[in-house]
């Protein structure tokens, strides 16, 4: 059995390694986001450089947790090549420590940060989204007709005593009950278009949209501007959010009772349940990872490991992140049960690491 000294030392690199690549990825993450948000807003009238590396602080953390599994990864890889290159694997397998006791420390490592991530960053993760919209809009409420490219417009369509309104938005806050760079889309009985009208902001109350700081167009007349205007709707908060929110820019602890309200409705809320699902799974994802860069870091080469054992390893990890993501689009879609696309791909990945290294440590 490992000792408490050597266990604790293993962790302690392990955790030092981590922080260092978490580190590096947030300096990086920071320069590029930053440097896409001076070419993407500077058109803006509110841009300023100190409010768009706020925008980019605030977006990291979400960022961030989307790279996580690798981080686990390339952290598992480099304190097992650190120490192997010091032949301290070597001295601590000579005194009849097993592979499997001195990866303990570094499992438990990649457990404490995957269960950090989905406490503590995930929740900060979503405030921070949610408060980089709200910068956006106001920056975008000092000119109406300021716009975004190269942003994916999402779309519902609402039928009324009035009529039909098909509703887009540039973006979301406020779990999608606030929409940001809006547009409503109003029609005839014959669906010819009757309004068409462009609002900085709208917000989902009882009973009606609020629009802010808008214009009104319709053929033949001249724009017609309004700071406030009211549309009726019958849509509820729990589908438009379940339509429109981004499940990743929701806290971790919100998550299960939105799930409970959709449903009460009768809504699927299967994006919801797949974030919830794939949330809890993480701290296991992370130990397949770690897993995973054990079949190809333990073995003890005189010079350094291998450069294909090295490749073989990350792209193996890309894989199992590539499957992950691809089951758990299935899962948004109810093709599959959230919990199924969640777990199946971590529990096959911890099936392969496991096995791989019971051949290769015992055979």
Same mark, same amino acid.
């Given at each position: 059995?490992?000792? @408490? ?20 990825? *947030? /300096? ?71 592979? @499997?006791?001195?990866?303990? #420390? ?6 404490? *940060?995957?269960?950090?991530?989905? /406490? ?6 979503? @405030? ?6 709200? %910068? ?9 007709? =300021? ?7 999402? $779309? ?23 929409? /940001? ?14 309004? @068409? ?67 009460? *409705? ?26 995973? +860069? ?34 758990? +689009?299935?899962?948004?879609? +109810?093709?599959? #049960?959230?919990? %199924?696309? =969640? $777990? /199946? ?6 099936? *392969? ?11």
């Amino acid at each position: 059995m490992i000792g @408490w000294t050597l266990g604790r030392y293993f962790f302690t690199r392990y955790v030092k390694t981590t922080i260092y690549f978490l580190l590096g990825i *947030f /300096v990086l993450s920071l320069l590029i986001d930053f440097t896409i948000n001076a070419g993407r807003l500077a058109g803006l009238p509110g841009y300023s450089a100190f409010g768009a590396l706020a925008i980019s602080a605030l977006r990291i953390p979400f960022n961030m947790q989307q790279l996580f599994p690798f981080v686990a990864l390339f952290s598992a890889m480099a304190t097992l090549i650190t120490l192997n290159r010091k032949m301290e694997l070597v001295v601590t397998r000579s005194i009849g420590v097993s592979a @499997w006791q001195f990866l303990t #420390p570094l499992c438990f490592g990649a457990f404490l *940060f995957g269960l950090f991530g989905v /406490v503590v960053v995930n929740p900060i993760a979503a @405030w921070g989204t949610s408060q980089s919209e709200k %910068i956006l809009s106001e920056w975008k409420g000092k000119n109406v007709e =300021a716009t975004v490219d190269n942003e994916r417009v999402p $779309w519902l369509t609402q039928r009324t005593d009035v009529g039909i309104t098909t509703i887009g938005t540039k973006s979301t806050a406020d779990g999608g009950l606030t929409l /940001v760079d809006t547009t409503f889309v109003e029609y005839n009985d014959d669906a010819t278009i009757k309004d @068409w009208l462009n609002a900085t902001r709208a917000h989902l109350t009882h009973g009606y949209w609020l629009l802010e700081s808008g214009a009104r167009y319709r053929a033949g007349h001249e724009p017609e501007n309004f700071t406030e205007l009211k549309i009726p709707t019958n849509l509820r908060p729990e589908f438009v959010e379940e339509k429109l929110a981004d499940p990743a820019t929701i806290p971790f602890y919100d998550l299960p009772r939105k799930i409970e309200i959709a449903r009460s *409705f009768g809504y699927s809320a299967n994006s919801f349940d797949m974030q919830l699902q794939s949330l809890i799974a993480l701290p296991a994802l992370l130990i397949a990872m770690t897993l995973i +860069a054990a079949t190809v870091t333990l073995k003890f080469v005189r010079f350094g490991q291998s450069r294909t054992m090295i490749l073989g390893g990350i792209i193996a990890g890309f894989v199992l992140y590539v499957i992950t993501v691809l089951v758990q +689009a299935f899962g948004k879609a +109810a093709y599959v #049960p959230p919990v %199924i696309a =969640a $777990w /199946v791909p971590v529990v096959i990945a911890l099936f *392969f690491g496991i096995s791989f290294l019971l051949h290769k440590e015992d055979g």
